[in-house]
């Protein structure tokens, strides 16, 4: 079934407002900016929802960035977030239905959500899925000088004993949602108020840091380009 990507865009831009969408590799790319993220949640939520009760539904990537918020998955206890100082009470918390435990997103951060059939693309297996986007993850960040790693037992990717990418998702009849949030050049303070991912002690690092000249206008287009690859691959598709 052929998509149209403006008719696509304009049932979730009822949600989060406007957006620019294209095609990569057969996968509807979606850039939203800067939004609400309960908001965003809401229309992500609904948006799977449809996109696994509709045959022939295609992935899609939501590139989004949010103002300063704390999101609280399922693994989450208060000791995550009970040392909060006064100057972080003033950011809002955010319950969301994903995996994972505390975080903190706010501007200068690139977060992408993945919204792909699982079932499908890799034989209704999470765990190949999460692997095979940290795994393109690192090949990518590698390719830029970028010395990325896994570290066995925690999610996302790291940088020497750092973080630098941090991955949540959750899963409806075979379509994940949530998805990965780069610190590419944003206040990294908030992170110290929590821990981070339930792992006290651990520091946050960020592109900026890392190569002082990066943007977050340079980033999206390269990583999008390397995760819809992988998409296509698993779909059998060359590729576009």
């Not at 993220?37 to 045959?55: G, H, N, P, Q, T």
């Not at 918390?93 to 977060?111: C, I």
Request: contains cysteine.
């Amino acid at each position: 079934m052929a998509l149209d990507a403006k008719l696509v865009a304009d049932r979730v831009e009822l949600l989060v407002g406007k957006s620019t969408s294209y095609f990569c590799n057969h996968c509807l790319v979606r850039n939203i900016g800067l939004v609400q993220y309960d908001r965003c949640f809401v229309a992500m939520v609904e948006e799977v929802k449809f996109l696994s009760s509709s045959s022939g539904s295609i992935p899609q990537l939501w590139v989004v960035e949010h103002p300063p918020v704390f999101t609280v998955g399922f693994s989450a206890s208060p000791e995550h977030f009970s040392s909060l100082g006064m100057l972080y009470r003033k950011i809002p918390f955010v319950f969301a239905d994903r995996g994972g435990q505390v975080t903190y997103h706010g501007p200068g951060q690139l977060v992408l959500y993945l919204l792909v059939d699982v079932r499908r693309l890799f034989s209704s297996s999470p765990r190949l899925f999460v692997s095979c986007i940290e795994e393109v993850l690192v090949v990518f960040f590698r390719s830029k000088g970028i010395d990325a790693h896994l570290r066995n037992g925690y999610p996302g990717i790291y940088v020497s004993d750092s973080k630098l990418v941090s991955l949540g998702f959750r899963f409806h009849k075979g379509w994940s949602y949530h998805g990965i949030a780069i610190n590419v050049d944003m206040d990294l303070a908030p992170f110290s108020a929590i821990n981070p991912c339930g792992d006290r002690g651990l520091r946050m690092t960020q592109l900026v840091d890392i190569k002082p000249n990066v943007t977050i206008s340079d980033v999206p287009s390269a990583i999008i380009k390397a995760l819809t690859d992988c998409l296509a691959k698993q779909g059998g598709y060359c590729g576009s």
